[in-house]
């Protein structure tokens, strides 16, 4: 176990450094790696590398892991490999509060940032629903009918505050909803950097536990876990990373559902190694569909929601189609 372990995660960190150096060095101006120290610090080439390019790989890193982590501890907590953070409802409150800021003049006076809070407080407030929920039961047949159905809540709100909305306000909303790691600078990089490496520490702190509610509740306390502390703590967890995903880059679908869904059934089911995998991966996938969201067609860039969405969705049709062929 230990040495297969090893193996899938040094072969994950090659990919993600691989993933990496892609990002950093492709674009309309290619900066290769030998390159990088010879280059002059009030150099074109240096500010293309350290002020656009080195955030926007680190902000992608980040959220794919951070989204793909959260589906695989809601996949562990449900025990369905098609529940992935947004199937909560998550997204839907996150552009509920963005749709509410333009729609209220907030992000006029306060600036563009206030839709990334906006985001985080109507994801953080489904959250709390769902808690309120939860409280006192272990069974969770429930909560996802109730996820979607605040999910469809959530989007039908929004869509009456956008016809509400001025063209402008509209075209605004839409357009976050798209998805995007451009708009950061290394500051905010690194704030996210620390947020990412805190809940994959807690994730991975959890994983045991996280393994043996996987095997059932009365399973899980016969061997010492207390389920009414760790199962509002997962949801916590996986919400908390969640909104602050949606509330910086925006609405990135199906990469919290394919990447721990693809693990499971090539790497391991075991959430000690299942979580960091994903996490790894998460961030190397979101790198690639960035990469070719600004090259694909460049000059313009396409919006990273759109390609995570095409790319994941047809992965995903072709392993169910594959697994119904081989059954």
């Not at 000690?272 to 995998?277: G, N, S």
């Amino acid at each position: 176990m230990a040495r297969r372990s090893l193996f899938w995660i040094s072969c994950a960190t090659a990919f993600l450094l691989l993933c990496l150096l892609l990002s950093l060095s492709w674009g309309e101006m290619p900066i290769y790696p030998w390159q990088w120290t010879s280059l002059e610090k009030d150099s074109m080439e240096a500010a293309i590398l350290t002020r656009l390019r080195l955030p926007r790989t680190l902000t992608a890193l980040c959220i794919g892991g951070m989204l793909s982590m959260s589906g695989c501890l809601l996949q562990g907590l449900f025990k369905n490999p098609l529940v992935e953070p947004y199937t909560l409802g998550l997204s839907g409150g996150a552009s509920l509060g963005v749709a509410a800021a333009f729609v209220s003049g907030m992000v006029r006076t306060a600036g563009f940032w206030s839709a990334g809070i906006a985001a985080f407080a109507g994801a953080l407030a489904v959250s709390l629903v769902l808690l309120l929920y939860t409280r006192g039961k272990e069974h969770l047949e429930n909560l996802l009918l109730a996820g979607i159905m605040t999910g469809i809540l959530c989007s039908s709100l929004t869509t009456l505050l956008m016809s509400l909305s001025s063209p402008q306000e509209m075209t605004r909303i839409i357009y976050w909803t798209m998805g995007s790691v451009e708009n950061n600078d290394m500051q905010r990089a690194l704030l996210l950097c620390a947020v990412a490496a805190a809940g994959l520490i807690t994730g991975t702190l959890l994983s045991r536990q996280v393994n043996m509610l996987s095997a059932g509740g009365r399973m899980a306390r016969s061997m010492g876990v207390n389920t009414a502390t760790l199962i509002p703590a997962l949801l916590v967890l996986a919400s908390a990373l969640t909104a602050v995903s949606v509330a910086c880059a925006g609405i990135i679908g199906f990469v919290g559902l394919v990447v721990p869904h693809i693990l499971r059934r090539t790497a391991s089911t075991d959430y000690r190694l299942l979580i960091p995998l994903s996490f790894v991966l998460g961030g190397a996938f979101l790198i690639l569909c960035d990469l070719l969201a600004r090259t694909l067609i460049a000059p313009t860039q396409l919006p990273i929601g759109v390609v995570s969405g095409i790319a994941g969705g047809s992965l995903f049709v072709y392993l169910l189609t594959r697994k119904n062929a081989n059954a």
